[in-house]
């Protein structure tokens, strides 16, 4: 199985359209400030989405605030981040992930693309941005994450260019 991991997308679908030509992901993890475009998303990719609120979506929305997901032997933690303090340090994430029983912590916020293998024995990952990427390289990134038919997850940091 591959899930595409995403976020920070602010009402853009190009680089997620191109990521989804590029990947055929069996699902879509987007990591919050989708702004409204969670259909438009499931339309394109014709995979589930699953989405949660970021600090810029609408206080309407309906997105949680998290979500719990089991992906082969393993539990994803997905947040957006900003409740989680993931400017500063994984630790607040962690802590939270570790309360929900996940080995795998998902978040965005930052635009700024991370893989951390294991931080107190949780994989921490943050897609980047594919619309507003604030690394030095400027490059837009996503994740992919591979379930093998073990159960175990291999991360994949990738960019559109």
Avoid: W
């Amino acid at each position: 199985m591959k899930i595409l991991v995403v976020s920070d997308t602010h009402g853009r679908a190009d680089g997620f359209k191109k990521a989804v030509e590029r990947e055929h992901p069996d699902q879509v993890f987007h990591l919050g400030d989708i702004l409204g475009q969670k259909e438009l998303f499931e339309e394109i990719s014709n995979v589930p989405v699953y989405a949660v609120k970021g600090n810029c979506d609408s206080f309407l929305s309906d997105l949680p605030d998290d979500l719990c997901i089991d992906i082969g032997r393993h539990r994803a933690f997905l947040v957006h981040g900003h409740r989680h303090d993931v400017r500063y340090s994984p630790e607040t994430l962690v802590s939270a992930a570790k309360t929900e029983m996940a080995d795998v912590a998902l978040y965005g916020h930052t635009h700024i693309p991370d893989h951390i293998p294991s931080y107190k024995g949780v994989t921490v990952v943050n897609p980047g941005s594919l619309t507003q990427p604030r690394q030095p390289s400027g490059q837009h990134t996503y994740a992919l994450i591979i379930v093998d038919d073990a159960g175990d997850i291999k991360v994949e940091m990738k960019t559109l260019e």
